[in-house]
């Protein structure tokens, strides 16, 4: 079964022992995230704060989208358009991505984040900052080499936002998956294919543990810090789709050579980079322990959650 929601107990389970609060201080009172771009990722981490205590700001650029914020017990804030309640914030996190301008955050609230009083700030990016490494493996320290335009804009990104005078954490997704994403509705109205491309791997991972992940960091800040999120086991892209159908009792989706392949633009660039990335820093530093560390664990976990 998929594990439920985390409780505050297991919450702190995930924290390393030293990094917990003292006994009579679990409940963290006065804290306030402001999610800039509340995203799928951080309605994930809002979950967790949530049930702790925390009062959660999210922005949406979207007014018809507010009662939906509210249901999840998040405050809603029209953004841009309103000021980003940056005095009530202790924590911030923002998961904007960059447009051909730059960092449209950064653009236009520069100065009042640094002159917050901020205790941690959360900046979610890509591995593509890593660029194509035909199937090698990076970790934090590789060296930065993009070899899109998506993933320059993100090596600008982080170099402005770690400009700043702010508690910065940098978190270098990979491909992110969950309930609500994941491969079961093409396979079941048989729209999957399996695009087979040599040597091609991609890293992926849970949006429940890129929940935890920040979680613990918050509960641990290390300003300047800067992690890759995945999981153990960076795969071919339809070895996924096949062990989906085989879930599912499904015939196995046809395989098309990437070449004769008709993919948009979008998805014919992930096919330009492959590489396989490491996530050691996240279990030693932060000491987290994946929920679902390779993509089966993951695909049965969702599979029950979306039975």
């Known amino acids: 079964m998929e594990p439920a929601t985390p409780t505050l107990g297991q919450f702190t389970n995930w924290i390393p022992v030293e990094a917990r609060p003292r006994r009579g201080h679990l409940r963290l009172m006065g804290k306030t995230l402001l999610s800039i771009g509340h995203g799928y990722s951080a309605r994930a981490l809002a979950r967790l704060l949530i049930a702790k205590g925390w009062t959660v700001i999210g922005t949406t650029r979207s007014p018809e989208k507010m009662h939906q914020l509210k249901a999840q017990g998040v405050e809603p804030l029209v953004w841009p358009g309103s000021p980003l309640s940056l005095g009530r914030a202790t924590h911030v996190l923002s998961s904007v991505a960059p447009d051909k301008n730059g960092d449209p955050v950064l653009s236009e609230v520069a100065d009042a984040l640094q002159s917050a009083n901020l ?59 969950g309930p609500g994403r994941g491969p079961f509705a093409k396979v079941q109205a048989g729209k ?25 960091s918050i509960a641990r800040p290390n300003p300047g810090a800067v992690y890759n999120v995945c999981d153990d086991d960076p795969a071919p892209p339809q070895d996924v789709i096949g ?65």
């Open 119 to 177: 205790e941690w700030v959360g900046y979610l990016s890509t591995i593509g900052v890593y660029g194509n490494r035909d199937g090698d493996w990076v970790d934090e320290t590789s060296e930065l080499t993009p070899s899109t335009r998506r993933g320059k804009a993100r090596v600008e990104a982080e170099a402005a936002w770690q400009a700043l005078d702010l508690p910065l954490h940098i978190f270098r997704l990979a491909g992110i998956y």
């Open 243 to 307: 062990y989906a159908a085989e879930l599912l009792g499904l015939p196995l989706p046809e395989a098309i050579a990437f070449e004769g392949a008709e993919l948009s633009p979008m998805a014919r660039s992930f096919y330009a980079e492959s590489k396989r990335v490491r996530n050691d820093r996240i279990k030693a530093e932060l000491g987290v322990k994946l929920r679902y560390p390779d993509y089966k664990s993951g695909l049965r976990g969702l599979l029950a959650h979306e039975s």
């Open 192 to 216: 999957a294919r399996r695009i087979i491309k040599k040597g091609q791997v991609f890293s992926r991972i849970h949006v429940d543990d890129i929940a935890q992940v920040l979680a613990t």
